[in-house]
């Protein structure tokens, strides 16, 4: 009986697997996305996401770690410098896995897994959701009144600025104007008395 085997051992052998999770593991965070099966990607999941959270504390004892797991300088150095940054205030779950359906060949269950925070087609999304929709309550007089607050303020801002505005512009004009007309009216009275 294999009660509690939870762990997917992909039909490889230890060595096999770890260094092809590895590779994947460099592959996702250079790429930011990869097709797969299924079971490879729940697998890479599992492998790389404390890898990312390990990056969130740039230390020296951190890079060594995250090195020792995925052997290559390149992918260690993306990962604390672009993705650490992007993930910075993410508590967790930094990749998600989109069905795309069965493999020619063999029938297999194929899968894109991708950083959830590089994909700009799904984040331009969410942020005109976002947008748009403010935060719900079920109780009805908390709802009224964190409406009724940003509606008042939002309306009474701008019109007191334009009114301040129109009526300074006028009153500098008018006084920059009084000097010339005095000279102008004191010339043509000139001109009429002679």
């Known amino acids: 009986m294999r009660h509690g085997k939870k762990f997917n051992h992909l039909g490889r052998t230890a060595s096999h697997r770890k260094a092809m999770l590895s590779n994947m593991a ?24 404390p890898l990312i959270t390990r990056a ?26 672009e993705v650490a940054e992007k993930v910075a205030q993410r508590p967790g779950g930094y990749t998600r896995i989109i069905k795309t359906g069965n493999r020619l060949g063999d029938n297999a269950d194929m899968c894109i897994i991708e950083l959830v925070d590089y994909n700009e087609l799904l984040l331009g999304g ?33 019109v007191v600025e334009e009114a301040e505005v129109v009526e300074e512009a006028p009153a500098a004009e008018a006084t920059e ?18």
Do not use: C, M
């Open 126 to 158: 969410e942020e005109k959701s976002t947008a748009k929709k403010s935060r719900r309550s079920r109780r009805g007089s908390a709802k009224k009144a964190t409406e009724a607050k940003p509606e008042t303020v939002v309306a009474e801002a701008p």
């Open 56 to 81: 969130k504390e740039d230390s020296t004892h951190s890079r060594r770690i995250v090195f020792s797991y995925l052997q290559d300088k390149e992918s260690v150095t993306t990962l604390f410098n």
């Open 26 to 49: 460099s592959s996702l965070i250079q790429h930011k996305r990869i097709t797969t099966t299924v079971a490879k990607a729940k697998a890479l999941r599992k492998y790389v996401e």
């Open 177 to 194: 104007e009084a000097p010339e007309a005095k000279a102008d009216d004191a010339s043509e009275e000139a001109e009429d008395k002679k």
